[in-house]
């Protein structure tokens, strides 16, 4: 029967399969009872004395307590068997002293070569009881034999004694051998596993010792039979007495066995209960570890892997042993690398790697691994791993935070519940202008000012929080306004909360808005109050005396005349300092309540207060324009200003603003028309006009979508044989409530509400659809010429909309003649010039209508590309009486001939006229001597019937 008691210095067991189960799951390491550490928790000098102590056969101190462990049971069998023996007699007491003498300097041998095998051979632990039984037998037999043949050599043994005393001597040795095996087992220094000593010792002491007895017994009576009757060495009458003898001994040594096979069991029960108990604990912690770990081989083989690792790679333990290393870890990682060489070097490892998921996925880790000796001495590692993905997202989170926090622009700081600073950022540095170290532990500058901390902690007390405007101080003692907002933080440890305060410098944010404020309020070139000012004023009750009844007040709506002809004269800056004194004026010759307000451009408004009648406002307001038009000298030019004026009287003509400036803008533009420096008052009976234009501004759009609109032709000819040249389309609206509306009555407001926009595009579409016509008629009309107010010149998309209408209908450049007043020309001459550019590029001709009623002139003129000049129809009426009008057609059309430009004269309408511009040398001309504006349906037959003009149709055609 083998007994195993091996050495099991830090792990068992591991990598075999469990018996008890049948599967192939794989134990977990078994340590030591009471070792429950893992093998990297040891000193280098202790791995050291542990894995020589797991190869050597013993230490010095096991070799003593087996070979004293010996000597005593040897020498107590041999005194106890000799003092038997001559107590009963059968040994005489001459030969005790010899047979004691002699076993025990047996004893006293064999036990000093049992603690010289021990100590020095290097013999493997598990080895050891087998070697020293043997070699106890092998020494015993030897001097069993070598006595005994001395003794026979010596004549004091016969030859048949001599085999009786070898044999029964070599029985001895064996059972003396068998027992140093046991002893040697017992004392072993390393425990005894339950399952080794349950599986090697399959019976009960009893029955061993019972069975051992009988043996020992069967072999005493076989060597005594012998001596009786072979050798003769026994007297038959003695036989009982050694049969007694026999009988003693054997029960001697049989109780000896069972009491250390009791020992041994018990000791080896104990130890598998506290193995077990062990391996429970060790298990509980591999399973239950929210780690991952594995145990792992040198070469990259997975031997086992807990829950946590199957749960976190989501593959199962036969998945993750089937990849190993490279299948869960990522081989390329330098870490890993440098994790290994360093296990290799020093035993253990610590690192931060990736691990692969099932799904391809990765994971980071924090990854410590320890390297250990199985019991088979095969090396193995240990590998724990914690999955770090969310402490490196606090991590990360952390260090957004703050760099969030160095890199605000807005000043920030963290301060305890006292505001005492714990920390900065640059910005709070930059804008206090201190260092980062100099304001940590200081409080913050805006605590001195009196009451702000107070209000700051009665908000943070209420709300948790404090938000509002805080005046502080930098170091270099700069005041100024800031932005603020304190919160409360709690502390995550339970301790006193933090206050985090941010702030920016809001100073030039309330300068810009105070500045803001103003100009909403404000004209920015005079600083006069604006439309708005004068609003609230009127809403707010100023209006009233102090009785707080209604006074009669004049509004009077002024406009610069002419300011256009000082701006293309002499320049915008000179116009601008123009409406700067006009102001400068207005504000001298106010008096008491009166209030003055610039709305836009060249309009002003004064309300002067307290007036008893129209007659008193007209006079009042007629002596401050005469202040108002004095001589002005603008750098060096002298400029004599003059202003037209329409008065309202509130409350007779109503006390809502927008009521009395509406009807003060009917009258100013009365006066407008009378001439310069009138001043006109609002009457009833303007307020057909009035909304009559307001029924127009209705009706224009319901116009464009029902199509009420139509166009009308006017032939212009060739002076020299009257032969028409070409057509002017000129647009009209038939509206079924108000009839044939004139174009004077509809384009103006058409510009103001911004429809020219959209009823110009119908003119043209409308003009190249007709040309397409006509042309595919045979129709010989030469050009028609469109007009263009300045509100479309000021459409972004004005040119593709032409080019698309004239693609559209496969319309030529030189059929379309483009006319435009010299308003266009004055309004942005950049763009103007860019515009026209683009148009002639196309072959559309440009022509300048109603020239001579603007501001411009002919030098003018040469800036922009222009083909033709049309002579108003103003110059042309007084032709040729009047002089002036004479020379100035006379002249023009010199000057525009020697430019390059070809002059149309407009207005004809008597034969006088036609000669005078013959003999002027005008080219080309058109008005009502030749032919009024006719229907579309009447074009083809004038230009097919009779192409020169002038003509009447006959009624019956």
Request: hydrophobic content about 45%; proline content about 4%.
């Amino acid at each position: 029967m083998l007994w195993y008691s091996g050495a099991i210095s830090s792990v068992g067991a591991i990598g075999r399969p469990c018996a008890q189960s049948g599967s192939q799951r794989w134990k977990v390491p078994r340590l030591p009872s009471g070792q429950l550490k893992m093998p990297h928790g040891e000193s280098r000098i202790r791995r050291g004395r542990r894995k020589l102590s797991g190869r050597l056969a013993g230490s010095s101190r096991s070799g003593l307590r087996i070979a004293f462990v010996y000597l005593v049971v040897g020498l107590l069998w041999i005194l106890g068997s000799d003092a038997f023996l001559l107590f009963t007699g059968a040994l005489a007491q001459s030969a005790f002293v010899e047979e004691v003498t002699k076993g025990s300097l047996f004893v006293g041998l064999s036990a000093l070569a049992v603690y010289l095998l021990v100590q020095y051979l290097p013999i493997r632990r598990h080895w050891l009881p087998v070697l020293v039984a043997l070699a106890y037998l092998v020494l015993g037999l030897a001097w069993i034999v070598g006595s005994d043949l001395y003794l026979f050599n010596m004549d004091q043994l016969t030859r048949e004694g001599m085999w009786a005393q070898m044999l029964k001597g070599s029985a001895f040795v064996a059972v003396s051998a068998f027992l140093i095996f046991v002893v040697t087992k017992l004392i072993e220094d390393q425990p005894v596993t339950a399952s080794t000593a349950r599986s090697e010792i399959q019976v009960h002491p009893f029955r061993v010792a019972a069975l051992f007895g009988v043996v020992l017994l069967c072999l005493s009576l076989i060597l005594d039979f012998y001596e009786v009757v072979v050798s003769q060495e026994i007297l038959p009458a003695e036989f009982g007495k050694h049969l007694v003898e026999s009988l003693l001994l054997t029960l001697f040594a049989s109780i000896t066995l069972f009491l250390l096979l009791r020992f041994y069991i018990s000791r080896a029960e104990t130890a598998h209960q506290r193995i077990a108990a062990s391996e429970a604990r060790f298990r509980a912690l591999f399973e239950n570890s929210p780690d991952m770990v594995f145990l792992t081989r040198p070469d990259g083989a997975i031997e086992a892997a807990n829950p946590a690792a199957e749960t976190a790679l989501e593959l199962s333990e036969a998945e993750i042993i089937e990849r190993g290393r490279d299948g869960v870890v990522d081989s390329s990682d330098p870490a890993l690398e440098a994790s290994l060489s360093e296990r290799e070097r020093t035993g253990r490892a610590r690192a931060t790697i990736r691990f692969r998921r099932a799904d391809g996925t990765s994971i980071p880790v924090d990854m410590t691994s320890a390297r250990f000796q199985s019991p088979g001495g095969e090396a193995q590692a240990f590998v724990v791993a914690r999955d770090i993905s969310d402490r490196l997202e606090s991590e990360r989170q952390l260090e957004l935070v703050a760099a969030a926090f160095r890199g605000a622009d807005e000043a920030m700081m963290i301060c305890d519940a006292d505001f005492v600073i714990l920390d900065v950022n640059q910005a709070y540095t930059r804008l206090i202008g201190c260092e980062r170290d100099d304001a940590i532990g200081s409080r913050p500058p805006f605590l001195e000012v009196e009451q702000q901390e107070d209000h700051i902690r009665q908000g943070i007390q209420a709300k948790g929080h404090w938000r509002g405007e805080l005046l502080q101080q930098s170091m270099a003692g700069r005041v100024f306004v800031s932005r603020a907002a304190v919160s409360e933080v709690q502390d995550p440890h339970g301790g006193d909360p933090y206050l985090v305060v941010n702030f920016e410098d809001i100073s030039q944010l309330r300068d810009y808005e105070r500045k803001v404020d103003y100009l909403s309020y404000h004209d920015p070139l005079t600083g006069l109050p604006n439309r708005e000012a004068l609003r609230d004023w009127f809403q707010s009750g100023k209006v009233s005396d102090e009785s707080g009844t209604s006074s009669n007040r004049a509004l009077a709506l002024m406009n610069l005349d002419r300011l256009k002809t000082v701006n293309n004269a002499f320049g915008h800056v000179v116009g601008d300092q123009l409406i700067e004194e006009l102001a400068r004026r207005l504000r001298k010759v106010c008096e008491g309540d009166d209030y003055v307000a610039r709305l836009i451009g060249d309009d002003f408004v004064m309300v002067v207060g307290d007036v008893s009648d129209t007659d008193q406002a007209v006079e009042i307001i007629h002596e401050r324009m005469a202040r108002l038009t004095a001589p002005i000298r603008i750098e060096q030019l002298p400029i004599h200003p003059t202003v037209c004026a329409g008065i309202t009287l509130s409350p007779e003509h109503g006390t809502n603003l927008d009521e009395l400036l509406r009807k003060a803008d009917v009258a100013m533009r009365e006066a407008k028309h009378r001439g310069r420096g009138e001043i006109v008052v609002f009457t009833p009976e303007m307020t057909e006009q009035l909304e009559y234009q307001l029924l127009i501004e209705r009706q224009l759009r319901s116009g464009l979508d029902n199509r009420e609109f139509l166009l009308h032709f006017q032939p212009s000819v060739w002076l020299s044989n009257s032969r028409v040249i070409g057509l002017e389309a000129l647009v009209r609206w038939n509206n079924p409530e108000l009839g044939l509306v004139p174009p004077n009555n509809f384009i103006g407001v058409a510009e103001d509400n911004g429809m020219i926009i959209e009823l110009g595009a119908w003119v043209f579409e409308e003009t190249c659809r007709q040309i397409a016509e006509w042309r595919t008629d045979g129709v010989p009309f030469g050009w028609v010429a469109v007009n263009f107010s300045s509100i479309q010149f000021q459409d972004p998309g004005l040119l593709e909309a032409i080019r698309t209408s004239m693609q559209r209908h496969r319309v030529e450049g030189r059929e379309i003649r483009v006319e435009i007043t010299e308003s266009v020309l004055v309004m942005d001459p950049d763009w103007t010039v860019q515009l026209l550019q683009s148009l002639r590029d196309m072959g559309i001709m440009i022509a300048v209508d109603d020239f001579g009623t603007g501001y411009s002139s002919l030098a003018y003129l040469k800036q922009f590309p222009v083909d033709f000049v049309k002579l108003d129809k103003s110059f042309i009426s007084g032709l040729p009486r009047d002089e002036s009008d004479a020379s100035i057609v006379s002249s023009v059309i010199d000057l525009a001939q020697r430019l390059g430009m070809g002059v149309v004269a407009e207005g004809i309408e008597r034969t006088d006229q036609l000669e005078f511009l013959k003999n002027a040398g005008c080219p080309e001309a058109q008005g009502y001597y030749f032919s009024p504006p006719m229907d579309l349906e009447d074009i083809p037959w004038l230009l097919k019937n009779h192409p020169e003009l002038p003509v009447r149709r006959p009624d019956n055609q």
